[in-house]
Nanobody
Framework: QVQLVESGGGLVQAGGSLRLSCAAS???????????MGWYRQAPGKERQLLAS???????HYADSVKGRFTISRDNAKNTVYLQMNSLKPEDTAVYYC????????WGQGTQVTVSS
């Protein structure tokens, strides 16, 4: 069974940056590489939403709320996907998760991002 472990969250002031990582285990490099991957977040009282996705090849896609501020990338050799977050805003406060872009794997525990104003 695939396990996803997110890390890199924390408390940051508005305008700051964080880099999140998500490592997948229990999956071969090939199986990881052929999956489109995504970063999601869930704020208190709100549904989980897809923020950014990166296909096996081609361009990444972003939600309007993070476009121009967040960058998703992946390292298939490490079974890892990253999310560089710049110009953070208080409304970015949430628990951040990764998964395939079809949410085909079990969810990890997520990593908390808190942006203070």
């Amino acid at each position: 069974q695939v396990q996803l472990v997110e890390s890199g969250g924390g408390l940051v002031q508005a305008g700051g940056s964080l880099r999140l990582s998500c490592a997948a285990s229990g999956v071969t490099r090939f199986a990881f590489s052929i999956n489109g991957m995504g970063w999601y977040r869930q704020a208190p009282g709100k549904e989980r939403q897809l923020l950014a996705s990166i296909p096996r090849s081609g361009s990444a896609h972003y939600a309007d709320s993070v476009k121009g501020r967040f960058t998703i990338s992946r390292d298939n050799a490490k079974n890892t996907v990253y999310l560089q977050m710049n110009s953070l805003k208080p409304e970015d406060t949430a628990v951040y998760y990764c998964n395939t872009d079809a949410t085909g794997w079990s969810w990890g525990q997520g990593t908390q991002v808190t942006v203070s104003s």
